[in-house]
Structures are given as C-alpha cells and as structure tokens.
C-alpha cells in the first residue's frame, strides 16, 4: 500500500494531512462517459461487463485517464452477490437490475447457497488484478460490496419497487426470516470484501443504499448491526485487518453517531446532510465523504463550482474530508462539468489545507 | 372551536394537558376502507370524488365511524391547486395522478393564474361544509394543502417520478425560475388555506412530501422559508390568526430546529426519524405528531401493539404528542389492524399523562 504514488485518500483514512481534499466520484465509470458506452456495446449486456476481467478493468480506469481523480473504484454491481447465492441476476435496459424469483418464504432462504461465495465471484478478484495493472500504483482502487439490509431489500422485493412494503412489512410480521437472510449474507459478504482486498484492493466500501427506509431501531438492527458485523469479521482477518472502510447509509444523516462507531474509517454522506453538521456531530477521529448534490452537475459552470466551494467550506479546515457526490452521478451528466468540478475542488481546497 | 367535544388535538396542539395521546391517521378515508372503494366507484374518477362536496364529506367521516379517531382530515388533493392554476390534472388508477404538460419553462410559469384560485376551488370549501355538519362538532376537522416546494416538484416533473432529476435540476441551474413558481404557489396556498379555515377547518396541516429532496441550504430556501411565508401570511389574516398549523416535511429529519422555528404549531415527523430524539431536539414548546412506520399495519397484533407501545414510550411523559403514522396509510392495510393500532394507543397512552 505503501508504494502508491498518490495517497491522498489514504492518508484522509488514516487521519494523515493532506495538501487538497482528494476527489472521487460515485459511478464515476459509467453511463456518462462515451467510452464506457462503446465498452459496453463491446461486451455485450451489462452483466457480460462486470463478467469480464479485462472490460471491467477497461472501463475502471477510462474516467482516470480522463479526469485528476484521486482512486478508481472497480466496476461491478452491489448484486452480484445474491447472483452468486443463487437467484439469478437479470438486467434489461431502461429497467434496472431484477431478479426473476424473489425470496417469498423461509425455504427461499434456506435454499440459498452462502458457502464459498467467493469462489463464484472469481471475475471480480480477476477484474481487480487486471485494474491494478493498469493503475501502476498511481492512485488506490476500491472495492466495494451491498449491504446486508439493502441486498435483502432486492432480494425480497425482487427490484427497486416504488414503496418496498414487502421487505419493510417482513420487518415487523416476520423478523427471524430476516434474520436469517441477514445472517447469510454477512458470511457472503465477509468472504467477498476478504477476496477483493487479497486481489489488491486498496480500500473497501459498503453501500447501504436502502437504509433510509427503515425506523431508528431497524436500521440498528436490520442494517448497522449486520455492518459492524461484517466490519468487525474484517479485522479479525489478516488480509483486512488495517484496511479502510467506508460505509455509506443513503438517508442516514440522523444515525451519524451511531454510524461512527461501528469501526469504519470513514462515512459516506448523502447530499440532504449538512456536512458541518455532520463533521459536529462525529468529531474528526472518523473522515467524511461527500457529499454534492448528483444533479448539481446539471448547472452552469458557476453553479457547481458555487455548490462545491460551499461543502468544502461547510467541512472547513481539516484533513478528513474526501470530496464526492451524495449519490452515483448520472447518465445525463456531461463530462466536461465533471471536468469543472474536479478541477475546482483541487483547487479551492487548498486553502484549508495550509500550515 | 370552542364548541368541539372532543378537543384532544386541539388541547395538544394549544398546549393543554390531556387524558390520553389523540390519534388520527393520514390518508384515514382511503383505499383500504370497503366503504370508500364503493363510494369512490359511485362517484366516478378519483377527481369526481374530490370535486363532489357530497361524496367528499361521506368519506371524510367513513373512518370517523369505524374508529375512536380524534380528528378528521378533509378528503381531497394536494394537486387541486396546481389543477386550479392551470395545469389540467389527470389520474388514472395504478398510476397516480400526473399532469400532461408539466412545466418546461418560465413561460409556463407566467402563463400559471395565481389569481383567485380559491373561487376555484370552492368544491373543497363546501366539502369542509357538507363535513362539518355530518361532524356535529364531535371531533375537529383538518384542512389541509401541498407545500409551494411539493406542488413545484409535481407541475415540473408532472408526477412523482423516480430521481426528481428535473427539478432538482433547475433548482441548480435555474433558481430564478423555480423562485416565481414558489411565488405563485405560496399566493395560492395562502388563499386556499384561509377559505378552507372560513368554511370551517380547525386545524390546517401543509404537507412537504418531497423538502427531503434538497440539500440543506436549498430545503431552506425553495421549501422551508416559503412555508413560513404561507404561516406569516395565515397569522396576518383574521380568519386564521389563532388556528392551529401542522407542518410535515417527509425524509425533514435532520431540519427539525429549523422547522420548529417556522410558527407552525406541531411537526410532522415521518418514521424514520426517532421521535425522542426529536422531542430532545425541539423541546416542549411545540407539539409532534407521528410517527409510527405505515408497513407496522402489516404485521401481527402483538407487533402492531409492540411498535406503537415504542413511540409512545419514546415520546415519554407530556401532552404534546399526536400520533399519527409517518407516511399514509396503504390501500393494503386490514381495516381490523388499523382498529387494533388505534384502541391500543389510547389505552397504553393513559399512563403518561396522569395528574
């Protein structure tokens, strides 16, 4: 790890100061780029993608070759994991990702498979061997795995549904059946996380993207817990025992405190939490990312710079704060904005960093 | 107002001690009740219904007679005003309403009457009528109406879409634009709310569905400070001077000071927000009213008595809880569960507010 050239993530990780706020940027390999589309079209559907060593490697590294980021993340999706276990993974465009048969019942889930997940997501370690390659330790790569509660919600529902009142009445009718699945899941992902670092990934992150359905105590329950779990399984192994761990709760901006406390090294924040607020209430022993509104990249130049200059401001002087947007950016986005914000964090950041 | 018998929410609402936590239930006279579907099919369209005084004041109180409720909400629509403005309003069943010309530009926007909109909508004005005698001042009536910020959202979007990317858009690149909207819309809400008090509301109620959209800074701007104009504007006017205001923003959780700070008398808090935290957060000088998790209805009388008996205890000692559900109640509720709820509130309450 040492050997990497630019550290900047790392070092906001590991509490070391830094000279600007480093950036990247959530789905940064992806739709948005022309070049990602062409991968795409090459390799065939988007699961072919992720299934490809070399092409997922490909479209990893095309946003670094275009843009001053400060780590690449591999490309995958948060359900190759439930793919793995057995329920068949679909994408259709214009869609999303679905599954054909979501769990109904406790033999749905008993019938999955959590032993040596791992093994059938071989692709992904093999994407990451090839990623590093081409990174030439530059920068860090991360890897990343769906949380329990939020695998659990695709799982059950099947897709992203509108209201998810499947997997949100299982919380309160049928909880021991969730926990069961949660259970699974928690060995799968440890066996995961554990793969990716072993291939040489950098840093690790868990998205909790549906926490934010979930009351005070369910969230404890259904999705930090299970979390801390897979976090505390990491540093009992010698391969993950130091490496940093990012955790991200899409809506979680009122469990920061209980958040921090869960072992990761850093909190993802979405954009509806104030970012000052957020440095307040967890202090500076844990690092901040976040946390730009995804759409203010449909602005005018002014406008996002604007946008960003205030978050960077909002966290103020210090050295745990990595730059992202709250949320994936999106499709419609175009590159040169992404360009423009990239740039201007670099540079407006300075300033908080002297001395 | 004085003459109402059971004055349990207004009591809360005013800061009087009561015998027990009144409840009521947002979207009460709605899809899982039988009797609404059948009145609802004699009606027509779901427009038909609102827009008939008659049959609006018969499910207004359909729940009234099922329930130990402690208050009626009128059954209506927030898009009415939109509807009134211009914008022709549409619903067709398993879509939800929508518009076909959402607005695109400004001069949509200048084409918008926000000129009288309240003679317009005089059928809700003699629904609150038809309401009020049907309720014989039994229990207060609610009135109510969208938020500037959640009406925008719809008339830009033209329904509730999956990312809102287009409003959240605008509120980046084109602020100007959204700020006439906003201008228009708090006229209308203004008015609107005051002919629905003069008709007889006792209680009006401004519901935010989308405020946890936005950011911080732009929650404040585009959704917060125009409530609080429509508040300043009610408290100026002699009709609505004294009555009591609810302000619910969905997904609010981390603005509840701010809210607090609004001049509205109670918070509405959706379920994901901890209702002691909230009471630490906002003291007693205002009322809360929440915030059980809809999909709670689903499960089995043990756990629906078990998850409100926990709101309950979270809000703890004092007068100034109503509970209510953090979001709508869904078309797939078992009426019978949702009479559980109720009786159980009111008896496991009683113990916190002796002497």
Redesign the interface.
Known sequence: MSSIKNKRILDVLNGVPVDKTPVWIMRQAGRYLPEYKATRAQAGSFLDLCQSPELASEVTIQPIKRFDLDAAIIFSDILTIPDAMGLELKFEDNRGPYFDNPIDDIDDIKSLSDKNTDSKLEYVAEAIIHTKEKLNNEIPLIGFSGSPWTLSTYMVEGSATK?F?KI??I???EPEMLDLLTQKLVKSITEYLIMQAKAGADILMIFDSWG????????VNFSLNPMKEIISNLRKNSITRNIPIVLFTK?G??WLNQIAESGCNAIGLD????IS?ARNTVGDNIALQG?L?P??L???EE??KD?AS?IIDGYGFGHRHIFNL?HGI?Q?VDPENLGILIDHVKEYSKKYHQN
């Open positions: 209201e009142r949100r009445s919380v309160f009718k934010g359905l979930l009351n005070t105590q369910n969230y809506g901006g009122s954009w509806t939490t104030d607020m946390n509104d759409c203010a449909h602005g005018t406008s996002i946008a205030k709250g999106d419609y």
